[in-house]
């Protein structure tokens, strides 16, 4: 497994937010993570991260414990996380806000460049020498993937990545999405937009209150009715 978290605990203050979470990603996977607002998607990810460290379980990355480490230490290490905010440098261009994150990676795979980043998505090679500040949503959040991935990262946490864009916008980024996974990435998505995650996934993981209810291949969700009006009300 590239990716194993087994019963993991973690608070904000004295809110017992994730109460013994497990799951697993396996090289080349693409697993979502859905659940309601708040059901604590956003903590899983962060907690994987080092930003909001669990107070008990494991979190194992290539079979090495990672848990309680700090985020850049964890991000050495080859863990890739765009959050949720897309944060990109405003005042940057597009092209410095990829080549301001870029670090070697460990040799695995073929590694990222500000060109290869520009084949992904090709429309950041348009926006090349704009500011940060004034790309759209779309456009941020993929420079922002890009931005991650000018980490080498060998498995990338993408934290509701659909969230707030435009239809036509979510489909490209689902194909930008599927071709990374093609190219051998493996990728952990958090969503609450059912149809773009299933699409590109292999694996679900459906969290409630801290706590996964259900883990099944897509195959398997899809037909599962229940799951899905019980915890997502869909
Ligand atoms: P969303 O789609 O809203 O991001 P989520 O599934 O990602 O939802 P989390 O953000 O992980 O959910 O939140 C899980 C729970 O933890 C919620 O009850 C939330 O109110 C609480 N929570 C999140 N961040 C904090 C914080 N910094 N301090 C205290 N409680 C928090």
């Given at each position: 497994m590239v990716l194993e978290v087994s019963q993991i605990h973690t608070y904000y203050?004295?809110?017992?937010?994730?109460?013994?979470?497990?799951?697993?990603?396996?090289?080349?996977?693409?697993?979502?993570?859905?659940?309601?607002?708040?059901?604590?998607?956003?903590?899983?990810?962060?907690?994987?991260?080092?930003?909001?460290?669990?107070?008990?379980?494991?979190?194992?990355?290539?079979?090495?414990?990672?848990?309680g480490l700090p985020p850049h230490a964890i991000a050495r290490l080859g863990i890739g996380f765009v959050p949720e905010d897309r944060r990109v440098y405003p005042d940057l261009t597009v092209r410095e806000n990829l080549l301001v994150v870029h670090?070697?990676?460990?040799?695995?795979?073929?590694?990222?460049?500000?060109?290869?980043?520009?084949?992904?998505?090709?429309?950041?090679?348009?926006?090349?020498?704009?500011?940060?500040?004034?790309?759209?949503?779309?456009?941020?959040?993929?420079?922002?993937?890009?931005?991650?991935?000018?980490?080498?990262?060998?498995?990338l946490l993408l934290d509701e990545p659909a969230e707030g864009l435009s239809p036509l916008v979510v489909q490209a980024l689902a194909e930008q999405i599927m071709r990374l996974k093609r190219e051998g990435m493996t990728i952990l998505l958090s969503e609450q937009n059912l149809r773009f995650a299933t699409h590109l996934s292999d694996r679900a993981y459906v969290i409630e209150k801290g706590t996964i209810r259900y883990e099944g291949t897509v195959a398997e969700f899809e037909q599962n009715e229940a799951v899905r009006h019980r915890y997502l009300m869909v």
């Open positions: 203050g004295s809110s017992h937010v994730l109460q013994g979470v497990s799951l697993s990603v396996a090289e080349g996977e693409v697993v979502c993570l859905l659940g309601r607002n708040g059901a604590g998607k956003t903590t899983t990810l962060r907690t994987i991260m080092g930003l909001a460290p669990p107070r008990s379980g494991s979190v194992k990355a290539r079979g090495r414990e990672i848990g670090r070697r990676g460990d040799g695995a795979g073929r590694a990222w460049t500000v060109d290869r980043v520009y084949e992904l998505f090709p429309v950041l090679a348009r926006l090349d020498s704009h500011k940060g500040g004034y790309l759209s949503g779309g456009e941020q959040q993929m420079l922002t993937i890009g931005r991650t991935l000018m980490t080498n990262p060998r498995i």
